[in-house]
């Protein structure tokens, strides 16, 4: 574990580009944080509140997201692809390419196109 973050109020931080690999952040409150370019892998944020967090670009390979709290919390396209069929991203925001940001459903309804 590279550090024990557990229960951490980390509220609006910017944390862009910030190392977080085998971090635990389990319960830990990221609201409106940016972790843009930040490498979580095999992060653990098990029950996790991401409410409004800037994912785009991060590492989320092998991220533990379960029970997370991913409302409007803003992944890329690619991530959405990585993270779709393993946690519920109905309440999430997805930047796409062109700059632009919608909700996951609307992403489904481009995509299913």
Known sequence: MLADLEGADLEGVDLKGANL???NLTR???TKAILEQADLSNANLSGAILKEAMLIRADLTDIDLTGADLTETIFDEKQIEYLE???DLSESFVHLKTGEIINYEEYQNIKGE
């Open 85 to 87: 069929n393993k946690y």
């Open 28 to 30: 830990a409150n990221l």
């Open 21 to 23: 690999s085998i971090t």
